[in-house]
Every structure is written in C-alpha cells, then in structure tokens.
C-alpha cells in the first residue's frame, strides 16, 4: 500500500486495525506474538496496544495465577475486550418478538421474549422490538452507546438493504424499511434478512449446519418456510426471496401449516404428546403435516441436492416424530439419500441468528476502521 | 514467497509463468508491458519470452502494417500462440455424439457430429465420442499431441470426480468413469459434467446468461432437465445432482417430455410449425408442454430467486412460442416477475460449454506450472 507511506496518520490507522484485528480473532496475545501476526515493528504495535487500551478496545490480561512461580517477569498478555460493547439481535416474528443481547466476541448475556398481536400497525411491532431491545440491553449491564450494531430476522420478504418487500402474514408490513425505523431507536448500524435466512445463519454459526457447505433449512412454524446455504453463504436470491417455495401451490406449504395451526393452535406441544401416545388425531394431523412438509423439501432437494437438511423453527422441538417421515419421504422421492438433521437451538435460533448479522456488521466497521481514531 | 528463492529453477518457473498468465490474459504486449505487469526485471521477462518462444508458447507478432513509418524501431510484441495447441469439446447425449475443437485461446475450429443409437453399449458410446473428438480435431488442423484438455457434457447425473452415477435414459450408462475412459484415448486430462449444466456454463462464458450471476437454465429436449448458476459458478451439489427437479413427479417433466416425444418424435420443428399455424393438436400439445415446464421451472425460481431464466436444449429453437406461456406462468406463480431469455447457442451448447470446461482444465495446468519447464 504505497498510498500509506505518504500518510502518518492512516498508516497508524492501518497499524492499530491490524493490531485489533489480530487480538480479536483469538488470543491472549503477547507482544511478540502480536510482532509476529502484524509484522510490524514492535514499537508501532506497542503504539497500537496503547491507544486501543485508552480506547476501551484491549486489556492487558493479569499473569496466569497457576501456582508456578516464572523465573523473572513473565511476558504481558493483551486481549480483545469483547465486553467493550455489545450487539442486539432482534427476532421480529408475527406473534412475538425476541431480543438477544450478546458481548462483541458474540457470549450471549441477556435474552427477553415479549407477545405481539398479529394485528397491531408496524409502528407498534417496531416499537416492542426497540423496547425489547434495550431492556434486554440493560439486563446484559450495557449502556446504550455501547450498542455496535443492531441484527434483525423478521418475518416477510426482506432484500439486501433490510426493506420487507412482501408478508404475506402481516398487512401493512411490507414496506417497512428496518435499518431506517431501527436505526433510529439504537443509535448504531442494523442490519435485516429474513428471520428463515438468519436462523440459517445461526445454524452455520453455532448449530448443527456448523461447517457445511451447502444446506436446505427447513423452518417449519405457524408458516412453513425454506433457506438455503450456498458454498458456505446463506443464498438470499435476487430479491431475498429465495427458499420461498411455500408459495407453489403443489408443495401445499400454506394449507399444510394453516390446517396444522387450526386443528391444534397455539399448543404444538400437545399435538405432539398427543401424537407420541398414539392419538388417532394427532397421528394424522402430523402425518398430513409431513406429507407437505416432505413435498416442498424434496423439491428443494433436488433443486439444490444438498450436503445436509436442517429442521428449524418451532416445530423441529417434535425431533424425530417430523425428523423420520421427512427422512423417509426424502429416501423415496430423491436421487440420493440425505441426512436430516433437527435444530438445537430452540426458540432463540433467528435473534441468535441476528446477532450474527450484527457482528458481521461490527467486524466489517472495526476492520475498515470506522470504529478506530 | 521466501522458499522460491532458494531456488533458482523455481524462481525461474513462477517468473515464466507470470509472463505466460499475462500474455494468455490479452495482448500483444511489449517487453515494457509485460515487466510493468510481472513486476520482474526486464531481463527476467527476457528470459522467459525466449523459454516461451522456444517451447511453442509464445510468438513475436509481426509490426503492425498500418502504412505509418514509425520513427525508429518499433519496440516488439508479443502474443500467447493459441494456435499451439487444441481443446476437445465433446456432448454425449443419448441419440447423438456432437464434439467442437476451439483453440487454447477459445477460437471454435471445427464441429463434428454423429447419431448414436440409444442402445448401444456405454463402451460403443464412448469410442464413438472420441472417434468423432480426433476427426473435428484433425478437421481443425491439429496433431493428436496438440490435445492439451478435453471436456465432456454427457446424460446422466454425473459427479465432480467425472463419473456417471445415475442414468434413467441409458441402462448400463451409470457407472462410466468418463475422464479414465476417454483420458485413455487423447492422452489429456478430462474434465466431466452432466450436459445441463455444461450447457449453462456455456450460456455464462458466451450466451445470454453472460455476466449474471444467480441463473435458473432450463435445458428443454427429450427430457427435461434443469441446471442453477449461484454466485456466478455452476451450483453441482454434492452429487452433481443439483436441477434433477424432473423427478418429482408433481412437477411431471417426465411425462411432460414423454407425451411431447410420442406425439412429435423427432420432428420436434414440425411440431413449432404447426402449433404457429395454429393447428389444434400442435397448440394443445405445446399448452401441455409448458404447463409441467413452468410448474417445475416456479418450483426453482421460487427455492432461488434467481435473476434470469434461460430456456434452452432443442426445444428453445421454439422461442417465443414457449418462451411467452413460461414467462405468463411465472408470473403468475412467482413472487416476483423473473425475465426470461431464449438460449441463441443452438445445437453446439454442450459441447461448447464443455471445451469451457477443458480451458479452464488447460488454464489450471499452465498456471500451475505443469506445462511449463
């Protein structure tokens, strides 16, 4: 970077970056460990590490208390302090909103649920996710200038720059620009997708899809919706509308869940106790529920012929009672056998997966130095 | 690289590699061009030009004769000799054979094709492929050990390591270990993919589906079959299976293909121009045809909302007269409205998305240094 050399002032910038960059990826660090990562001179990362402790942004770590006494002083330790700061994820769904509040080495520290009605105005479901927010914000013991960034998983079609296109669940959500009416409420960046994509995104992160390269999701809840995983990306498609094919009519998505929601409602856990002690009912409400389910899947299966399928969403807490007949019905309709997996992160999945989203947001400031001075 | 230095022959290889990348990326150019693009020392390019130019890869181009008398000598230029070497593109398809031999630099020399029985043996199949492979070739004006790479498009579900794991057309065909069987007859390596999908890297190399990035192909013939571009790459899937959508049987491609097969044949113009003359049976057979194609094609558009479709296989030659009902279908089922292009690559899009395959074959190998010593 030749441009640099003629630039005290952005060299250092560059220096200080690489500093934090380095302790946040892992550490403790000491010096000559940080000398070595930056390949710099030990004096600038010695300039670096000052300025990022009086910024707030690294800490020196006391010696190690493990009983052995060093010969002469040991070398100082610096690390990232990932509680500098925090990051909020919001899960704004039809009936709920959920917020999750994480460190930035993403340590998740306070998480708050509060109901929604399906019919209040967007202004309303906004202002219960800003709310929400900060209370669990508070929960955490952070401030609210400490808030880096903010993720969101929402119900709709959401594009690129966090506008929901299209819900075909709530009316009047289509529209509603998130980044612009959230901003607004933190004070920091925020970043939406749709809430399937971003559970996605929490199963890549943290879940059973950790590693994999390219998955179907399966969000199975009062809606059925589908995600997927692309050479390690959530695919988003053009408008973020991809993994809609709950709306094709022969995959019967809609009719499979709503038939679902009216023959049990709000109460998933007493169909599928019902189902487990052999519940005539029940057995077949689930069996009908898999049958769509295992439809659209395969669909998707053979569009995309996946390494792994994910279940998510509210009902995926039914584990192998949904997991068995949809391996089942993938065996028979697909030209490969692929393996089911069910999602371990319950209800938190898409605030989990916002907050993912947030610190994708927080890294990308740290690293182009917009949070460094 | 500090290991490079150590090593004299090395050092010499990544240099003369360098130059031959900048040369096969463009040009002409001169000895200033391609020091300022290499970073190395003039005599270092001078060095390599001279190993390029004695092994075959490289030429000096004449001064351009365009009638102005330069002052002094005009400095020297020099080119990637594409002529020195060929590339087979070969489509092995269930009724017929069709190869294409371009040039390293991507220049289409010679087409050939022959029919093949559907019946015949896999091992009939394949010397019938590189029979007709070294005819073009010899058509083209090459030598046998002027092949540098071959690509295959061939039916069937075929995997990253080349070989056939499903046929539902070809009994026996499954199996086939294509880059081992014709490797042995050109004396190259061999890349190998299913023909949909080496079509679609022909749409993105040199058809309308160049430049996109999320692409849904439709490749329309006596079967149907479907291939997806993500992020600009041809999306295999784990077993190469990825587009297999055929086989659900709601989406009834199958039958779709077949109905169209038994009541056309061959003569799949004949059936284009009756159904633009109006003629009742040709209309109702194309209104079927398009109605298991778009109920099949919305499936995949709405699973990855991709930004272009693209029709094509022998069927596209129908333009218009299928092109407009599937546009008119998805619309109306898709959430939104996806253009739709008729594939202008004709018969030759296999076979000339598989030397795309081959190139970049050749491409690995160059700047991997394999061909250079």
């Known amino acids: 970077m030749t441009t640099a050399g003629g630039d005290s002032s952005l060299l250092r ?26 390949a710099v001179t030990r004096a600038t990362v010695e300039n670096a590490l000052a300025a990022l402790v009086r910024q707030g942004w690294a800490a020196e770590v006391p010696p190690a208390a493990d009983g052995r006494r060093p010969v002469g002083r040991p070398p100082r330790r610096y690390r990232f302090r990932a509680e500098s700061g925090c990051v909020v994820g919001l899960d704004i769904g039809a009936h709920k909103v959920l917020a999750v509040v994480a460190d930035l080495g993403g340590e998740v520290r306070a998480v708050r649920q509060t109901a929604v009605a399906r019919d209040v105005l967007p202004e ?10 900060h209370r669990a914000r508070r929960a955490a013991g952070f401030e609210a200038d400490q808030v880096r960034a903010v993720g969101v998983g929402a119900t709709g079609v959401v594009n690129a720059a966090g506008t929901v296109l299209v819900s075909e669940l709530l009316p009047g959500w289509a ?14 960046p925020v970043a939406a997708g749709n809430d399937t994509n971003v559970a996605l995104l929490a199963e890549h992160w943290r879940g059973v899809a950790a590693g994999a390269r390219d998955v179907l999701f399966l969000h ?9 995983l692309i050479g390690g990306r959530v695919h988003q498609g053009r408008h973020g509308a991809a993994g809609e094919i709950g709306m094709l009519p022969a995959a019967g998505w809609s009719d499979t869940a709503r038939a679902m929601s009216e023959g049990w409602g709000e109460d998933i856990g007493a ?29 998707m299966v053979l569009a995309v012929d996946p390494e792994l399928v994910v279940l998510g969403g509210g009902l995926s807490r039914a584990g192998d009672l949904l997991a068995d007949p949809l391996r089942r019905g993938l065996r028979e309709a697909c030209l490969f056998p692929v393996p089911v997996a069910v999602s371990e992160l319950g209800v938190e999945a898409v605030a989990l997966g916002a907050v993912r989203l947030a610190l994708d947001e927080v890294e990308r400031e740290l690293f182009e130095m917009a949070g460094v001075t």
Chains 1, 2 share one sequence.
């Open 13 to 38: 910038r560059l220096n200080t970056t690489a500093v934090l960059r380095t302790l946040y990826g892992g550490g403790p660090f000491t010096l000559s460990e940080l000398v070595r990562a930056t």
């Open 124 to 133: 309303d479901r906004l202002a219960a996710a800003w709310k929400l927010g």
């Open 175 to 188: 529209g509603t620009e998130l980044p612009v009416e959230l901003g607004k409420s933190f004070g920091a």
């Open 220 to 228: 199975a809840g009062h809606e059925i919706s589908a995600g997927l």
């Open 271 to 299: 169909l599928f106790e019902a189902a487990r002690s052999r519940d005539a009912k029940a057995v077949e409400s689930l069996r009908r529920f898999c049958e769509g389910l295992t439809h659209g899947a395969a669909a």
